[in-house]
Nanobody, 122 residues
Framework: QVKLVESGGGLVQPGGSLRLSCAAS????????MAWHRQAPGKQRELVAA???????NYGDSVKGRFTISRDNAKNRVYLQMNSLSPEDTAVYYC????????????????WGQGTLVTVSS
């Protein structure tokens, strides 16, 4: 009923930039928090950045000052601007949304995208 689709991943050289996008669609009544997580090979999934519906943000220590999360509530989209990328940022990046599903009886859903691969390499 709810689908999250990420885009914008790819190969980038160290020091470069990428912008990830995530679009939420389906039976959405409202979206509370949205976030980006990542999982590198052999490592646990970690929070990269989160943003509330009112725009308050929170970042993982390893990306503070380099990454910026933003959202467009009207379009149900969240973005991640990634600057000064390093090989340690190589991972699959997942979009997350805390969704209230539109239904006769609305309910809360933790929605995840399928992930987009970011590779930082020369």
């Amino acid at each position: 009923q709810v689908k999250l689709v990420e885009s914008g991943g790819g190969l980038v050289q160290p020091g470069g930039s990428l912008r990830l996008s995530c679009a939420a669609s389906g039976a959405i009544f409202s979206i509370n928090d949205m976030a980006w997580h990542r999982q590198a090979p052999g490592k646990q999934r970690e929070l990269v950045a989160a943003i509330t519906s009112s725009g308050s943000t929170n970042y993982g220590d390893s990306v503070k000052g380099r990454f910026t999360i933003s959202r467009d509530n009207a379009k149900n989209r969240v973005y991640l601007q990634m600057n000064s990328l390093s090989p340690e940022d190589t991972a699959v990046y997942y979009c997350y949304a805390d969704v209230i599903v539109a239904n006769f009886k609305p309910y809360q859903l933790d929605a995840w995208g399928q992930g987009t691969l970011v590779t930082v390499s020369s």
